[in-house]
RNA sequence: UACCCCGUGGUGUAAUCGGUAGCACAGCAGGUUUUGGUCCUGUUGGUUCCUGGUUCGAGUCCAGGCGGGGUAACCA
């Protein structure tokens, strides 16, 4: 409905220099591409890689490939492959090919022999611990492998004893021939290969020999004709390398270039730490709606567009900074707010008996009242809700003593109940402990509808569910999951200890009829309190769960705040 | 104590050939409103990290500082 959220044309160092390769003519049609290894579940920090890779592709009437970046069989599954295909789709982008870096193992082979005939890589005999060792460090250079002047025969003869199987696992490794007191410890003889008997999850046991990445990413990359290779910062010390490859082998040489990876506040990317919340039981499972994964941002109800439209808004820099959560969360609303179906739900019921209702207040006495789906959108339509002698309201639209600024219920004061009938207070019942247990008043039946024919007003409008009506339906109320804005900083790395208690809570709500057929997926609006999302992993027929998104914005709990 | 990258209001970003700072969110104030939501209007915040230089003129160029981030896996 509202006329804003027009996308501004996109411009940032990345989009420019692809204009200017366009215009040069240096490149014909830009080719992207995400590169996920599939050992893990994607996370918001990959929305913004997706969106960034895919959106290039479009804007530019270019292709964008999703390549599963699978060279390391110990940790790669075949699950996280058809895992990470969905998250992509759910996002909304399609990919224009799809490949496997695995199917690349036998190209990569041979250039590698290439590289070995012209004295550019060797086999190493050292181990690990030696290897590393002889590195050197940040401010010492290394020092060359005793196996580094091998001839390219010895070479060959050994490297395709590496990829026969005569040796053992971890005894040798093929090494570029580079510098080893080179500055940047990237070009310090990187391994290529490492022999590792161990059946991959698409080329099965045809390999001993796997590729490490900076000799299998920029090659894949050259295979398949990328123009721009995006990736995150921490790789811009491999671009030596990347290009030392395409150039030693004499073939098309694709430009990486980088940017600021995603952060957001109360959010943790780091895969290694998000295994640990799952692992420790800290969370539910990877798709926990308080993970920062797609697929628990999916369960917490993040709709798709409003992952995108924050991917996009933040758009990209060399600066890594964090952003605020409460922008993703403007993009949740924002979308929601014309997308979602309103409903009443009562979270913290109290009772409302309406005393001069017909036939008394707990009689049959029903009308129906007629609620707009959405007043975002005419289109939506209305329902009728039920409404009757006893219903339950929100326990704090309910003050006994109401401070000046309270405008809601509380004794003598009149309010609507939202799409109902005006009701005055008349008094409460309470127990012996002096605990309010029932709100008495009177209503208006001139008000149905919500409307006073004398045109009096009132300052409150609140929700409510007809008790007899009402059915009930499990809540999940979420909160950050750290204390912390930036939980990654933590003392120690102990970001365990900033987990929030209050994350998740679960409560009971008494909601209006129509929401005991509500669909798993589905995203509501319970009005005045929070989106909420229909889960699509616990919800039973006719016996919906819901999670809550993002609270509505509270204009009076900020001010008593 | 090496190398690389970076440094614009609270946060994130923008600023054609160098011409004195824009946008979004957040904040504040008001209006509309059958959600204290949405929407609308107005508005507070920046000596563009510092110092010096080039220039009629610099956030934009140069030099030197200071500050932040990254890098030493047979992971990606």
Not at 333 to 357: F, G, Q, T, Y
Request: with cysteine.
């Amino acid at each position: 409905m509202s006329e804003r959220s027009a996308p501004e044309p996109a411009t940032d160092f990345i989009r420019e220099r692809i204009r200017a390769d366009l215009q040069s003519g240096k490149v014909r049609q830009v080719v992207t591409r995400f590169p996920p290894e599939p050992n893990g579940y994607l996370h918001i920090g990959h929305a913004k890689a997706i969106t960034l890779s895919f959106s290039i592709a479009q804007e530019f009437g270019g292709r964008c490939h999703l390549r599963m970046d699978d060279t390391n069989p110990e940790a790669e599954d075949q699950e996280f492959v058809d895992a990470i295909m969905a998250d992509v789709r759910w996002l909304g982008f399609q990919w224009d090919a799809m490949f496997y870096a695995a199917d690349y193992f036998g190209q990569l082979y041979e250039w590698a022999e290439r590289l070995v005939e012209k004295g550019l890589a060797y086999v190493d005999d050292q181990d690990a611990e030696t290897i590393s060792k002889t590195r050197g460090t940040l401010t010492a250079p290394g020092t060359d492998s005793p196996f580094r002047s091998r001839s390219p025969q010895q070479n060959l003869a050994l490297l395709r004893g590496m990829r026969d199987g005569e040796f053992a696992d971890g005894t040798k490794v093929l090494r570029a021939k580079i510098d080893m007191a080179h500055a940047n410890l990237n070009l310090r003889d990187p391994v290529m290969y490492r022999i590792r008997r161990m059946p991959h999850q698409r080329t099965g046991d045809k390999w001993c020999i796997y590729p490490m990445y900076d000799w299998a990413h920029g090659q894949s990359d050259s295979i398949e004709g990328i123009t721009h290779s995006l990736c995150t910062l921490e790789f811009e010390h491999h671009r030596p390398l990347y290009d030392w490859f395409c150039d030693a082998l004499g073939i098309y040489k694709p430009q990486q270039i980088e940017f600021a990876r995603l952060n957001v506040e109360y959010m943790l990317t780091s895969k290694r730490k998000l295994l640990q919340l799952v692992e420790g039981g800290h969370v539910d499972g990877w798709d926990d709606p308080r993970m920062p994964t797609l697929r628990g941002l999916r369960r917490r109800g993040y709709p798709p567009q409003a992952l995108v439209a924050f991917c996009k808004h933040v758009g990209i820099a060399k600066v890594n900074g964090t952003h605020e959560i409460g922008l993703l969360e403007f993009f949740v609303r924002d979308h929601l707010n014309k997308s979602a179906a309103r409903r009443m739900a009562v979270l913290d019921p109290l009772k409302l008996v309406i005393e001069n209702w017909p036939g008394g207040p707990g009689g049959d006495h029903v009308e129906l009242v007629e609620a707009q789906n959405n007043p975002e959108d005419p289109a939506a339509g209305s329902r009728q809700v039920p409404f009757r002698g006893e219903l339950w309201i929100e326990r704090e639209d309910f003050l006994e003593q109401p401070p000046k600024d309270f405008f809601r219920l509380a004794p003598g004061r009149e309010v609507r109940l939202r799409y109902g009938f005006f009701v005055k207070c008349t008094g409460v019942d309470k127990d012996a402990a002096g605990n309010v247990v029932a709100v008495r008043c009177t209503y208006d039946p001139a008000t149905r509808g919500g409307n006073a024919p004398d045109g009096r007003k009132v300052k409150a409008t609140i929700h409510w569910v007809a008790c007899r009506d009402a059915v009930t339906a499990t809540v999940r109320l979420y909160e950050h999951l750290f204390t912390d804005p930036d939980p990654a900083r933590a003392d120690g790395g102990d970001f365990l200890a900033l987990l929030n208690p209050h994350s998740r809570r679960e409560t009971q709500a008494r909601c209006e009829p129509s929401l005991a057929a509500a669909a798993p997926g589905t995203h509501y609006q319970f009005e005045r309190l929070a989106y909420f999302y229909v889960d699509h992993r616990d919800s039973r027929p006719g016996a919906p769960v819901f999670h809550r998104t993002v609270a509505l914005k509270d204009a009076y709990k900020k001010a008593r705040s």
